[in-house]
Each structure stands twice: as structure tokens, then as C-alpha cells.
């Protein structure tokens, strides 16, 4: 092929490409590959640029920049000093570093290797590849590198201040890069290269000096993107500045190889900035396991997330580490709410929860100061539902605040007392074995059910003294006022007054123990133990007449105790006291003739002698005594089948009391007349009745006197009619 056809065939080639048609300017330009030598100068150059145009399109950075050097037939300069472009378009190298519009979406200009290679890193950069054009730039010295990255920092900056809207990837790039310039172990060598410019060596401190002048410009620029964009401290390119500084771990880019390496390297180096480790055994990073440092981590593409490359608890870290709670909270608060409704728990706030609670217990802190005691509590308390362990100085300050408030509010308002509570509630809740605490709440909760008491709203009053006593332990007064409220409704109920559940037998025990060694005791305490003693009484014998005597012993003696004794201790229940109740009972029950007192009588007189540990005929004679004074009665009130159907249970032998003997023989002959009477009379069982009365000898007023006076009987004196002539005498006629 001569020079002509080669020529022809790449301006074939120049026009392929700005048309689009890039598999056949490829083709061309290979085919021209074998005639290179002889095309004049000016079209090697073309030839050298569309293969870099091409190499850039396929991402093959190290050919890009192995072609754009080839166009200019020479390496770029060896150092960072000061050169004149060979094209004579007044540039040089310090315009490259700070050409204003270098990354506004202008193409920069081509003139000299510098712009060219520069291009090629701001294109490598948006797609996370620069340590691909780094790596392949001769740089003998360590300047050149240097003097790109820089140009790169320099222009992505003043497009960032410059530009309406932020373009995040400019944003990146500027965090990122001044971050490596800056960075105090100076991976890139960036004092070398100013060092070289000035031809003069920078002290230490005026190094450090001009470093932290530079930090601050460009933290001011950011700050004002944000303020002029809207952004809150959480997602602020001047949060992602601090947290690149807080960071930052050395890793600038991601890609096949690294320009920078880790500190932790995937091989065995000691020393990440300077990584021999073969290329195979570095493993490039991914969005899932990349160092926290931002770098250009993301190529300059915005992340899923939102315009900050830096995730929400990241900035909290951030801001809490270097002292920014408020403007953490200001802006957490504006997001999701107050504090109070933040749960650790909770999916949304887990990420951020120990950050929001250290920035919570600084706030407290800095209220506490300020004696703004509700707020104080109010942090701490949604420090600690957020995961903060309290410490000693933060009980210390919930004890003080807890108090001031619940006293005083917040010194301009005196606190109402729900408000007091409310507080109170807060600060022992922060420090609940503070007995200060404890007391002065358990005494506000007593204030406030007393209230309550007066608005007639008992359940309210209840709850309060509950809860008093729960917050402080047997304090007196909350338990007196529950004491005396609960007595007054287990009296309201036992008298029927209002309807309720039969109260716990074991709950008034403890109130009457209190109540009858009180000073004063209640109105109601009187009617109350009354009603105690019956119900206990009750279940003591039941648990006699079931033959479970140590339980009933156990019981009376439970009865007993509520009543105050010299030593406070009271004797113990026996049998005899058990057999003593159950006698009692049965006289009651005589007396009363209510219910089933025929068939329960006996049972309750034997009971009462298998505890006293009688029997035979002291059994009998026991039985004698208890019955005999109420058996008059019941003849002369007609109710002779009571009277039998006693003594069929007890049971007494004839013949030891003829007293007894002759008004049980009274009754069988009145009830025999009763039913002989009757229309459908029992003439069978009439039979009967006067058999038993005969056979307990019945005796005529000539036949027996008996050396009784009327007074034992008054009864019997009280005759309830004219006797009829048929009936047997009377016992006053036979008396």
C-alpha cells in the first residue's frame, strides 16, 4: 500500500468515526497499521488519536494513554515545572492545574499531554478506573501523577461552587481527591511536587498552616453548595467532607489494579501505600466490600440511596464523634419526628441508634447546665430507650432534675402536680434505686389519689396508691390511705350496699392486722371484722367437720391473729379452742333454726368432742347440756320433729335427764295426736310416735313431780290454747 492509499484511507477512517461507524474505522486503521511509517507527521498523529478515541470507548485506559502521548511523538515532562506547550497555545502546566473549566462537560483542550492525559483521567474517573490511567503515565519523578490528580481536584471544586445545581460525581471527585492530597501520610507526594514548583522548601508548620487553610476553603465551599441546595447536616457534601477525614483509609479508585492499595492489603505487605503484592492477588473491591473511605468508590455515579455517597448512620457517627449533636438531632428530629417517638428496635432508627443517643445524653447534659430540668430528663430518657447504658453522672443529674422539676417545673412555672408526677415518674425511671426519688414521687402519687378520692373517682385513687407502693415499698402513708380505701369498699360490699365480689379473705386479714393496731382506726374497720370472723369461722369448721384438723387449727388461728395481744404474737389455736368454736356454732345454729341445724347439730357436737378428746357418756352429757335449754322450746312452739330428729342424731341414752327424757316423750305424743288429726292422716307413724312416748315412761301429773321450778321452762308456761281433753297434760300440769 503506498503513502496516497493510506492517507486516503484514513480520512476514510476520521470520517467513519465521527459518524458513528466505529467497527470500520477499527478496520481501516488496521489495515493502515502495516503502512505507519510513512505517513507524514500530521497524520500519524490522527492515527494515533482515533486508536486512543477507540481505546477510550472500550475502557482499555493504559492504550488510551499509551496512544494520546504517541499523538505529541513524546512522553510528557518529567517534573512538575513550569513548560510552554509545544503547540504555542500559551498553556502550560500551571494552567492545566487550575483551568476553570476543566470538568464543566466542555471538552478540554488537546494542545499538550498534560490536557490530554488530564481528559483521560476525568473520563477514567466517572467510571472508577483512574488508577488504570495513573498506572500507565511515565512518571519517573512522582510529579506527574501528582499534578493530575491535583488538576482533577482543583477543577471538579470551583465546577462544584460555580455550577447551579451540584452534579454529585463533581462532588466526589473534589472530596476524594483533596482528601488524597491532603492526607496527613501524603500518599501521592503532593508536598514533593509544590516543593518542586516553588523551588524552595515549605516548613513543617507552614505546610500544616497552608494545609488547614486550604481544609477550610474548601469546607467553606462546600458548606455554601449545601446551603445554597437545601441540604440538612445528614446528607451535606460538607458531612461527607468530614466523614472522607474521619475515615479515610488510603483507597482512591477501584478496577483492576489500585493506584493506591489498602492498609489491610489481601497480601502479606507491610506497608498498603507501597504494595508488592502480585497483580492476581489483589481482588478488586466491590459496593459491598470497600473500605469505608469514599475515594471515587462509586465512579462518579450516584448512588441508589440519594445524592450522598455517605449512608444516613455514617453521618450520624460522624457528627456525634466531632460534636455536632445538635445539628444531628436537628435534623433527625426534622426527618422522623420528636425523640420521644424513637425505639432501637425499630428498623428505621436501628442504623443510627447509639450516635442519636450520645448525641441525646450530650443535649441533656448541656440543658442540665442551663437548669432546663425537663429537657434534661426528656434526653435522657430517649437516650436510654435508644440503647444509652447510664452511668453514675447521669443518675446524678436525673436525680437533681427529677426533683427541681417536680417541685418547681422549670423555675419560671411551678409544675402542676400531674406534671410533677410526670417528671418524677421520668427521673426514677433513670434511676430507680434513688430513694430521694422514690419518696418524693410516692408522696406526689398519694397527693394525686387523694385528689381523686374527692372527685369520687376510686379506681384513679387505687391505682395511684398502687402505684406509690410499688415505686416505694411499704411506705406508710400511701399504704394507710390504700388501707383505708379498700375497707371502705369491702364494707360497702359485705353490708349490700353496692354489688362486688366477695373480697379476698387473706387482702382483709392484712387490713384488719394494720387497722386494729392503728392509732385511729377506721369507721368501717369494726363492721369489716365481723364479717371476717364469720367467714373464717365458716371455713374452720368446714375443714373440722372434713377432718382436716390441722387445717382447721391453722385457720382459727389465722382468725385470731388480726386481733392485736400484748405481744403481738397472740397464742396459738389447739383443739380446744377448735372444739369451743364448734360448740359455739352449734348453740348458734340452735338458737337461729336455720337451714339444715337438725342434721348439722350432731355433727358439729361430735366434732367439737373428737377435738376435745371426749366420748362416751361425757359425750353425751356435753350433747345434753348444749341441746337441753332450746328442747322446751321447740315443744312448746309445736316443732316436735326437730326435736326428735336431734335426738335421732345425738343419739342420748334414756335415762339422764328426765328432764330431756320427758319433753322428747312430749314431743312424739304431740306430734302422734298431730298426725292422727290430719285428714290424710299416718295413722302407722301415730302408732309409733305414742310407743316411743310410753316406752320414755310419760307420766301423768300423779305419777312424777318433778323438783323443777317454771323458770327453766318459761316456755312451757305460755300455753298457745285450751288443751284438748284427749291430749295427755300438759308439762305445766304435770310440772
Known amino acids: 500500500m503506498n503513502t496516497t492509499d493510506a492517507t486516503r484511507m484514513l480520512r476514510q477512517a476520521e470520517h467513519a468515526y465521527d459518524t458513528g461507524n466505529f467497527a470500520r474505522t477499527l478496520n481501516l486503521l488496521d489495515r493502515i497499521s502495516t503502512d505507519l511509517p510513512g505517513l507524514p507527521v500530521d497524520d500519524r498523529a490522527s492515527y494515533e488519536a482515533l486508536r486512543a478515541l477507540l481505546a477510550e470507548r472500550a ?3 493504559p492504550e488510551a494513554v499509551h496512544r494520546w502521548l504517541a499523538v505529541f511523538g513524546a512522553t510528557p515532562p518529567a517534573s512538575g515545572e513550569d513548560q510552554p506547550c509545544d503547540l504555542g497555545c500559551d498553556c502550560d502546566v500551571r494552567t492545566v492545574l487550575d483551568a476553570p473549566d476543566a470538568t464543566s462537560g466542555k471538552t478540554p483542550c488537546r494542545c499538550c499531554p498534560a490536557h490530554a492525559l488530564w481528559r483521560l483521567v476525568w473520563q ?8 488504570e490511567v495513573l498506572d500507565a503515565v ?4 512522582g510529579n506527574r501523577r501528582t499534578a493530575l490528580v491535583h488538576a482533577l481536584a482543583v477543577g471538579t471544586l470551583r465546577s462544584l461552587a460555580q455550577s447551579e445545581k451540584v ?21 501521592l507526594r503532593f508536598e514533593d511536587m509544590v516543593t518542586a514548583r516553588r523551588d524552595a522548601p515549605l516548613g513543617a508548620e507552614d505546610w500544616r498552616s497552608a494545609c488547614d487553610t486550604l ?27 468530614n466523614v472522607e477525614e474521619y475515615e479515610y483509609s488510603g483507597e482512591l479508585v477501584r478496577g483492576e489494579r489500585a493506584y ?10 507491610g506497608d498498603g501505600f507501597n504494595c508488592r503484592c502480585p497483580v492476581d492477588t489483589w481482588q478488586p473491591p466491590t459496593p459491598d466490600t470497600t473500605p469505608p473511605c469514599l475515594g471515587l468508590l462509586f465512579g462518579g455515579r450516584r448512588p441508589a440511596t440519594g445524592h450522598s455517597p455517605v449512608t444516613v448512620d455514617t453521618a450520624a457517627e460522624q457528627l456525634e464523634a466531632y460534636g455536632e449533636h445538635r445539628a444531628l438531632l436537628t435534623a433527625y428530629t426534622r426527618r ?4 420521644t417517638t424513637w425505639q432501637a428496635d425499630s428498623d428505621t432508627h436501628l442504623a443510627c441508634a447509639p450516635y442519636l443517643a450520645r448525641a441525646l445524653a450530650a443535649r441533656a447534659h448541656e440543658q442540665f447546665e442551663k437548669g432546663a430540668w425537663q429537657d434534661t430528663l426528656a434526653d435522657l430518657t430517649s437516650a436510654a430507650r435508644l440503647g444509652l447504658v447510664l452511668d453514675q453522672h447521669h443518675h446524678e443529674m436525673a436525680h437533681k432534675a427529677g426533683l427541681s422539676a417536680g417541685r418547681n417545673g422549670n423555675g419560671y412555672q411551678r409544675a402542676t402536680l400531674v406534671q410533677s408526677i410526670h417528671w418524677l415518674e421520668s427521673a426514677h425511671a433513670l434511676a430507680p434505686d434513688d430513694p430521694a426519688l422514690a419518696k418524693e414521687l410516692a408522696a406526689a402519687l398519694v397527693r394525686r389519689g387523694n385528689e381523686a378520692l374527692g372527685a369520687k373517682d376510686r379506681n384513679q385513687s387505687r391505682a395511684r396508691f398502687q402505684r406509690a407502693l410499688f415505686v416505694r415499698p411499704g411506705d406508710p402513708v400511701a399504704q394507710d390511705a390504700l388501707d383505708a380505701l379498700d375497707l371502705a369498699d369491702i364494707a360497702s360490699v359485705v353490708a349490700g350496699n353496692r354489688p362486688g365480689r366477695q373480697p379476698g379473705l387473706q387482702r382483709v386479714g392484712e387490713l384488719l392486722h394494720r387497722g386494729l393496731r392503728a392509732e385511729n382506726p377506721a369507721e368501717d374497720l369494726h363492721e369489716v371484722y365481723s364479717w371476717y370472723r364469720d367467714r373464717m369461722t365458716e371455713r374452720t369448721v368446714r375443714k373440722a367437720l372434713a377432718g382436716r384438723k390441722s387445717e382447721a387449727r391453722r385457720i382459727l388461728q389465722q382468725r385470731e391473729a388480726v386481733r392485736p395481744s400484748q405481744d403481738d404474737r397472740g397464742k396459738q389455736a389447739d383443739d380446744s379452742d377448735v372444739a369451743r368454736l364448734l360448740h359455739e356454732t352449734a348453740v348458734r345454729q340452735l338458737g337461729a333454726r336455720s337451714g339444715d341445724y337438725t342434721r348439722q347439730i350432731p355433727l358439729l357436737l361430735d366434732a367439737a368432742a373428737s377435738f376435745a378428746h371426749v366420748t362416751g357418756a361425757k359425750k353425751e352429757q356435753q350433747a345434753l347440756e348444749t341441746v337441753l335449754p332450746f328442747a322446751a322450746e321447740l315443744v312448746d312452739t309445736g316443732r316436735f320433729s326437730e326435736l326428735i330428729a336431734l335426738q335421732g342424731g345425738l343419739l342420748i341414752t334414756p335415762g339422764r335427764s328426765a328432764e330431756y327424757d ?3 316423750a312430749v314431743a312424739h305424743h304431740r306430734r302422734a295426736r298431730a298426725r292422727a288429726r290430719r285428714a290424710d292422716g299416718e295413722p302407722a307413724g301415730a302408732v309409733r310416735d305414742e310407743r316411743v312416748a310410753s316406752a320414755m315412761g310419760l307420766k301423768t301429773a300423779q305419777q312424777i313431780s318433778l323438783p323443777i321450778g317454771p323458770v327453766m321452762f318459761p316456755g312451757l308456761f305460755d300455753s298457745p290454747g285450751t288443751p284438748d281433753p284427749d291430749d295427755p297434760p300438759y308439762i305445766q300440769e304435770t310440772l
Request: net charge negative; glycine share 8%.
Open 59 to 61: 475502557g482499555n485506559w
Open 124 to 131: 477514567a474517573a466517572r467510571q472508577g478506573a483512574i488508577g
Open 138 to 141: 511515565p512518571d519517573p519523578y
Open 167 to 187: 452534579d454529585p460525581a463533581h462532588a466526589v471527585f473534589a472530596i476524594a481527591a483533596w482528601h488524597l492530597l491532603l492526607y496527613d501520610e501524603d500518599p
Open 215 to 241: 481544609t477550610d476553603r474548601i469546607r467553606t465551599a462546600l458548606r455554601a453548595v449545601d446551603e445554597r441546595d437545601g441540604h440538612d447536616v445528614l446528607d451535606a457534601w460538607e458531612t461527607v467532607w
Open 260 to 269: 493506591l492499595r489498602m492498609e489491610d492489603c489481601f497480601g502479606s505487605c
Open 336 to 339: 422522623h419526628g420528636e425523640p
Open 662 to 664: 320427758q319433753l322428747v
